[in-house]
């Protein structure tokens, strides 16, 4: 069943223009490539000043733009990341890379999710605590991990 819709993923319209394009395939990766960068880089960031790495930059306004630009470059990163993916489906859901940077991708949100809830009682200006700084240092951790397994999945 799940082969099935990956081979009719592959077969849609779309993904035959994208496959046909000499240009399409090359400028979807590379934007994919830039949204990565954005997010991963604005994520970073965020961590690295919630656990006090540059205390002279003032917090909020800091963590507002580079959540502004982490919720923009997401979607892109997504969109751009299906298309490739719908490409060769098939032959990427069965990657291990692939799984792993799925299954990355997962705790990432998860670890967010949790981040947003043990932080967001925190007022403007106080010190997070320490359980905020230990889902900053663990997303510090996952993203350069997704970003491997997603080199990888071109070569196994």
């Known amino acids: 069943m799940?082969?099935?819709l990956l081979a009719a993923v592959e077969r849609l319209p779309v993904v035959g223009a994208l496959k046909a394009s000499f240009y399409a395939y090359p400028l979807v990766n590379a934007l994919h490539i830039?949204?990565?960068g954005m997010l991963v880089g604005a994520v970073?960031?965020?961590d690295l000043r919630i656990l006090g790495v540059a205390?002279?930059?003032e917090r909020e306004p800091f963590l507002h733009l580079m959540r502004v630009?982490?919720?923009l470059a997401f979607p892109v990163a997504a969109l751009t990341g299906f298309a490739l993916f719908s490409v060769r489906?098939?032959?990427y859901a069965a990657n291990p890379a692939f799984q792993a940077k799925l299954a990355l991708l997962v705790l990432a949100g998860l670890n967010f999710g949790a981040f947003r809830r043990i932080a967001a009682p925190a007022a403007a200006g106080t010190a997070y605590p320490a359980p905020?700084?230990?889902l900053a240092a663990l997303s510090l951790a996952l993203w350069p991990a997704i970003l491997v397994a997603g080199r990888f999945i071109?070569?196994?």
């Open 89 to 91: 489906a098939g032959e």
């Open 44 to 46: 970073v960031l965020m």
């Open 154 to 156: 071109g070569f196994l």
């Open 55 to 57: 205390r002279g930059v």
């Open 132 to 134: 905020a700084k230990a």
């Open 2 to 4: 799940l082969a099935d």
């Open 69 to 71: 630009t982490a919720a």
């Open 34 to 36: 830039l949204s990565i």
